[in-house]
């Protein structure tokens, strides 16, 4: 919020002041260079005229000054960053300008961790995704892809799915509990998995169980986590940090994307999401020991993909990753969204309220725009 200051002028008296002059008057201001000439034998009137010719030089000179600069603030205030973006590029989020995609591409192997956020039912994101892992690979790394459309309970059948030479597809999506953990189309997202598979890279299942987080829907955190289904999943000893950024962020928008609902309601919802997202974190964390326990520099980095919720602000899960690797890490994340030239401005507040290190601008996906709750 911004604190508006009471104008110095207000507590002053700022009526006129009148008093008699005991000079001879030549007139306002506006009248100083020509009353002189009128009375061109009055000392005070040249003196005038002569304060009245400094007066208008100084002010020209300010007009000049002033007026430049008013010209340039206008200049930028109709040549916004948005208007040169267009659909397939990548945005520095500190500067609002494009960055050069396949320069771009090449950092992103110096990083331990990249975060890619999507809009869920965008191919584009999806093939945004396809073309880091191949700059990657390209590059001779090995990246371990994450991605939150899989539940912990499914990782064996995960794993058995990528290494089976002829697996049947709708075995493998039974086994690893597709429908109960994420419940949409596995066509959008089986591109990714077939590239894990084809080229033999790991892959992992981010998510916690679906029926863990819906016992912390239902019940409370504090209730859950006195149950065997929390220390089967080894997360008796996990801290879940409530921090002010990620509750002002996150139980808003529970509240405008699930109206209706109590206050209770919403603290148990927002606990839930606190779960989820310091799982991920600790299946993030536990595969990046993995890869620095494995001699030389060729495996990684890690690849997290989720939904934009949780790279948003680096609050929900890159911070809490942060926060369990105190001997330093190196992330970038990267938020993907529709471009809508009518939202460009909306966006790029979000961009200098950090929404992420980078912002890549995609085509319109087959659903339309994406839902939004504010």
Known sequence: MISIGTDPYE????????????????????????????????????????????????????????????????????????????????????????????SWLETLASYDTIYLGEEHHNRSHIDAALLVLRSLMGQGRRPVLAMEMFGWDGQSALDHYLVSPAPVREEFLAQVLWKQNWGGAFEDYEPLVQFAKEHHLPLLAMNPPKTLIRQVVKQGLIQVQEQPEWRQWAMEDETIVDDLAYRSRILSQLQDCHGGGSPEDYQRMYEASLVRDEAMAKTLVTALKRIRGEAGPVQGPLLSYTGGGHVQYGVPVPNRVARRVPEGLKQATVYMATFESGRAAELWQAMKEGIADYVWLTPQGSQGSPRRCR
Not at 12 to 19: A, M
């Open 11 to 102: 507590s002053q008296s700022i009526g006129p002041v009148w008093k008699e002059s005991r000079e001879p008057t030549c007139g306002s201001i506006g009248r100083m260079l020509v009353e002189p000439m009128r009375n061109p034998h009055s000392e005070y009137c040249q003196r005038v005229a002569r304060m009245a010719a400094r007066i208008v030089s100084t002010v020209g000179l300010v007009m000049v000054m002033f007026g430049c600069q008013g010209t340039d603030r206008a200049l930028m205030v109709t040549s916004q960053h948005w208007e040169s973006w267009q659909a397939g590029q990548v945005v520095d989020a500190k500067t609002g300008l494009p960055v050069p995609m396949n």
